[in-house]
T-cell receptor
Framework: NAGVTQTPKFQVLKTGQSMTLQCAQDMNHEYMSWYRQDPGMGLRLIHYSVGAGITDQGEVPNGYNVSRSTTEDFPLRLLSAAPSQTSVYFC?????????????FGNGTRLTVT | AQKVTQAQTEISVVEKEDVTLDCVYETRDTTYYLFWYKQPPSGELVFLIRRNSFDEQNEISGRYSWNFQKSTSSFNFTITASQVVDSAVYFCALRKGTTSGTYKYIFGTGTRLKVLA
Protein backbone atom coordinates (compact mmCIF):
# COMPACT_ATOMS: atom_id res chain seq x y z
CA ASN A 1 0.00 0.00 0.00
CA ALA A 2 1.70 3.18 -1.19
CA GLY A 3 -0.82 5.58 0.36
CA VAL A 4 0.24 9.20 -0.19
CA THR A 5 3.55 9.62 -2.01
CA GLN A 6 5.45 12.90 -2.10
CA THR A 7 8.45 13.69 -4.22
CA PRO A 8 11.10 14.91 -3.80
CA LYS A 9 11.98 14.35 -0.12
CA PHE A 10 14.46 17.22 -0.11
CA GLN A 11 14.95 20.21 -2.39
CA VAL A 12 17.15 23.30 -2.37
CA LEU A 13 16.18 26.24 -4.57
CA LYS A 14 17.61 29.64 -5.21
CA THR A 15 15.39 32.68 -4.79
CA GLY A 16 13.30 33.19 -7.90
CA GLN A 17 13.47 29.61 -9.15
CA SER A 18 10.32 27.65 -9.80
CA MET A 19 9.52 24.07 -9.00
CA THR A 20 6.68 21.62 -8.50
CA LEU A 21 6.21 19.42 -5.47
CA GLN A 22 4.51 16.22 -6.48
CA CYS A 23 1.80 14.40 -4.54
CA ALA A 24 0.06 11.21 -5.58
CA GLN A 25 -2.35 8.95 -3.72
CA ASP A 26 -3.61 5.52 -4.68
CA MET A 27 -6.58 5.33 -2.32
CA ASN A 28 -9.09 7.00 -4.66
CA HIS A 29 -9.51 9.82 -2.16
CA GLU A 30 -11.56 12.75 -3.34
CA TYR A 31 -10.06 15.27 -0.91
CA MET A 32 -6.42 16.31 -1.18
CA SER A 33 -4.58 19.14 0.48
CA TRP A 34 -1.20 20.77 1.01
CA TYR A 35 0.14 21.98 4.36
CA ARG A 36 3.33 23.66 5.37
CA GLN A 37 4.93 23.03 8.73
CA ASP A 38 7.03 25.73 10.34
CA PRO A 39 8.57 25.76 13.83
CA GLY A 40 6.12 27.01 16.44
CA MET A 41 3.30 27.37 13.90
CA GLY A 42 2.01 23.87 13.49
CA LEU A 43 0.51 22.87 10.16
CA ARG A 44 -1.05 25.53 7.99
CA LEU A 45 -3.29 24.79 5.04
CA ILE A 46 -2.07 26.12 1.68
CA HIS A 47 -4.57 24.78 -0.86
CA TYR A 48 -7.06 21.97 -1.01
CA SER A 49 -9.19 20.12 -3.53
CA VAL A 50 -12.41 18.15 -3.14
CA GLY A 51 -12.17 16.47 -6.52
CA ALA A 52 -10.69 16.62 -9.99
CA GLY A 53 -11.06 20.09 -11.45
CA ILE A 54 -11.91 21.71 -8.10
CA THR A 55 -9.41 23.59 -5.96
CA ASP A 56 -9.67 26.22 -3.26
CA GLN A 57 -7.39 28.35 -1.14
CA GLY A 58 -6.45 27.58 2.40
CA GLU A 59 -4.95 29.76 5.10
CA VAL A 60 -1.62 30.66 3.39
CA PRO A 61 -2.08 30.38 -0.42
CA ASN A 62 0.09 33.27 -1.60
CA GLY A 63 3.05 32.21 -3.72
CA TYR A 64 1.61 28.78 -4.49
CA ASN A 65 -0.51 27.37 -7.30
CA VAL A 66 -2.29 24.05 -7.54
CA SER A 67 -4.32 22.11 -10.07
CA ARG A 68 -6.19 18.82 -9.91
CA SER A 69 -6.51 17.20 -13.31
CA THR A 70 -6.86 13.67 -11.94
CA THR A 71 -8.13 12.13 -8.71
CA GLU A 72 -4.68 10.71 -7.96
CA ASP A 73 -2.43 13.75 -8.34
CA PHE A 74 -2.31 17.14 -6.67
CA PRO A 75 0.92 19.02 -7.50
CA LEU A 76 1.96 22.19 -5.69
CA ARG A 77 3.78 24.81 -7.78
CA LEU A 78 6.08 27.51 -6.54
CA LEU A 79 6.36 30.01 -9.39
CA SER A 80 9.11 32.20 -7.90
CA ALA A 81 10.57 30.76 -4.72
CA ALA A 82 11.29 33.04 -1.78
CA PRO A 83 13.25 32.35 1.43
CA SER A 84 9.95 32.64 3.35
CA GLN A 85 8.86 29.47 1.60
CA THR A 86 11.56 27.44 3.32
CA SER A 87 9.50 24.85 5.15
CA VAL A 88 8.43 21.23 5.32
CA TYR A 89 5.51 20.55 3.02
CA PHE A 90 2.97 17.81 3.61
CA CYS A 91 0.37 16.49 1.24
CA UNK A 92 -2.69 14.86 2.80
CA UNK A 93 -5.78 13.12 1.48
CA UNK A 94 -9.00 11.65 2.80
CA UNK A 95 -12.06 9.94 1.49
CA UNK A 96 -15.25 11.96 1.42
CA UNK A 97 -17.42 8.84 1.53
CA UNK A 98 -17.02 8.53 5.28
CA UNK A 99 -18.02 11.52 7.34
CA UNK A 100 -15.36 11.06 9.97
CA UNK A 101 -12.43 9.75 7.95
CA UNK A 102 -9.03 11.12 9.02
CA UNK A 103 -6.39 12.75 6.86
CA UNK A 104 -3.66 10.49 5.51
CA PHE A 105 -0.32 12.27 5.17
CA GLY A 106 2.65 11.79 2.91
CA ASN A 107 6.16 11.74 4.35
CA GLY A 108 6.84 15.37 3.59
CA THR A 109 9.15 17.43 1.38
CA ARG A 110 11.80 19.57 3.06
CA LEU A 111 12.34 22.68 0.96
CA THR A 112 15.12 25.20 1.48
CA VAL A 113 15.17 28.46 -0.47
CA THR A 114 18.46 30.35 -0.37
CA ALA B 1 -12.76 32.32 15.86
CA GLN B 2 -11.90 28.70 15.26
CA LYS B 3 -8.60 27.65 16.71
CA VAL B 4 -6.72 24.92 18.52
CA THR B 5 -4.36 25.70 21.37
CA GLN B 6 -1.66 23.39 22.61
CA ALA B 7 -0.11 25.47 25.33
CA GLN B 8 2.64 22.97 26.17
CA THR B 9 5.45 23.54 23.71
CA GLU B 10 7.70 20.83 25.08
CA ILE B 11 7.41 18.25 27.85
CA SER B 12 10.15 15.98 29.19
CA VAL B 13 9.38 12.96 31.31
CA VAL B 14 11.32 9.96 32.52
CA GLU B 15 10.37 6.59 31.12
CA LYS B 16 7.38 4.96 32.87
CA GLU B 17 5.95 8.28 33.99
CA ASP B 18 2.43 9.20 32.94
CA VAL B 19 2.05 12.35 30.86
CA THR B 20 -0.94 14.38 29.68
CA LEU B 21 -0.90 16.55 26.58
CA ASP B 22 -3.44 19.36 26.63
CA CYS B 23 -5.60 20.52 23.74
CA VAL B 24 -8.14 23.33 23.95
CA TYR B 25 -10.25 24.28 20.97
CA GLU B 26 -12.61 27.03 19.92
CA THR B 27 -15.41 26.60 17.43
CA ARG B 28 -18.89 27.92 16.76
CA ASP B 29 -19.88 24.74 14.95
CA THR B 30 -22.26 22.42 16.77
CA THR B 31 -20.92 19.42 14.85
CA TYR B 32 -17.19 19.01 14.62
CA TYR B 33 -14.43 16.44 14.85
CA LEU B 34 -11.24 16.44 16.84
CA PHE B 35 -8.12 14.47 15.98
CA TRP B 36 -4.72 13.64 17.42
CA TYR B 37 -1.70 12.98 15.21
CA LYS B 38 1.79 11.83 16.15
CA GLN B 39 4.94 12.99 14.35
CA PRO B 40 7.92 10.83 15.35
CA PRO B 41 11.51 11.95 14.66
CA SER B 42 11.30 10.32 11.23
CA GLY B 43 8.88 13.09 10.25
CA GLU B 44 5.73 11.38 9.05
CA LEU B 45 2.35 12.23 10.54
CA VAL B 46 0.46 9.30 12.00
CA PHE B 47 -3.25 9.40 12.81
CA LEU B 48 -4.02 8.36 16.40
CA ILE B 49 -7.67 9.07 17.15
CA ARG B 50 -10.76 11.04 16.14
CA ARG B 51 -13.69 12.09 18.28
CA ASN B 52 -16.95 13.71 17.18
CA SER B 53 -18.69 16.43 19.12
CA PHE B 54 -21.61 14.19 20.09
CA ASP B 55 -19.49 11.54 21.74
CA GLU B 56 -18.04 12.59 25.06
CA GLN B 57 -17.02 9.12 26.13
CA ASN B 58 -13.41 8.77 27.03
CA GLU B 59 -11.41 6.31 25.01
CA ILE B 60 -8.56 4.03 25.96
CA SER B 61 -6.27 2.24 23.56
CA GLY B 62 -3.49 0.39 25.29
CA ARG B 63 -1.33 2.96 27.06
CA TYR B 64 -3.13 5.84 25.35
CA SER B 65 -6.31 7.49 26.61
CA TRP B 66 -8.26 10.54 25.57
CA ASN B 67 -10.50 12.76 27.67
CA PHE B 68 -12.99 14.84 25.69
CA GLN B 69 -14.92 17.49 27.65
CA LYS B 70 -17.21 19.85 25.76
CA SER B 71 -17.82 21.94 28.87
CA THR B 72 -14.18 23.02 28.89
CA SER B 73 -13.61 22.64 25.11
CA SER B 74 -10.75 20.28 25.77
CA PHE B 75 -9.54 17.04 24.24
CA ASN B 76 -6.58 15.91 26.31
CA PHE B 77 -4.32 12.96 25.59
CA THR B 78 -2.69 10.86 28.28
CA ILE B 79 0.12 8.36 27.82
CA THR B 80 0.43 5.93 30.71
CA ALA B 81 3.81 4.40 31.55
CA SER B 82 5.57 6.36 28.82
CA GLN B 83 8.26 4.77 26.70
CA VAL B 84 11.15 6.21 24.73
CA VAL B 85 9.31 5.32 21.51
CA ASP B 86 6.59 7.78 22.53
CA SER B 87 9.04 10.63 21.94
CA ALA B 88 7.46 12.69 19.17
CA VAL B 89 5.59 15.86 18.39
CA TYR B 90 1.87 15.46 18.96
CA PHE B 91 -0.68 17.57 17.13
CA CYS B 92 -4.30 18.16 18.01
CA ALA B 93 -6.59 19.19 15.15
CA LEU B 94 -10.15 20.44 14.71
CA ARG B 95 -12.15 19.74 11.58
CA LYS B 96 -14.64 22.42 10.74
CA GLY B 97 -17.17 22.85 7.97
CA THR B 98 -16.89 25.63 5.41
CA THR B 99 -19.53 27.72 3.68
CA SER B 100 -18.89 25.76 0.48
CA GLY B 101 -19.80 22.51 2.19
CA THR B 102 -16.29 21.14 2.49
CA TYR B 103 -14.08 20.74 5.53
CA LYS B 104 -10.90 22.33 6.77
CA TYR B 105 -8.58 21.09 9.44
CA ILE B 106 -7.10 23.49 11.97
CA PHE B 107 -4.01 22.20 13.68
CA GLY B 108 -2.50 23.23 16.97
CA THR B 109 1.16 24.17 17.13
CA GLY B 110 2.09 20.79 18.55
CA THR B 111 3.64 19.53 21.78
CA ARG B 112 7.09 17.96 21.65
CA LEU B 113 7.28 15.06 24.07
CA LYS B 114 10.69 13.77 25.13
CA VAL B 115 10.76 10.54 27.07
CA LEU B 116 14.11 9.98 28.72
CA ALA B 117 15.44 6.50 29.45
Amino acid sequence: NAGVTQTPKFQVLKTGQSMTLQCAQDMNHEYMSWYRQDPGMGLRLIHYSVGAGITDQGEVPNGYNVSRSTTEDFPLRLLSAAPSQTSVYFCASRTQSSYNSPLHFGNGTRLTVT
Amino acid sequence: AQKVTQAQTEISVVEKEDVTLDCVYETRDTTYYLFWYKQPPSGELVFLIRRNSFDEQNEISGRYSWNFQKSTSSFNFTITASQVVDSAVYFCALRKGTTSGTYKYIFGTGTRLKVLA
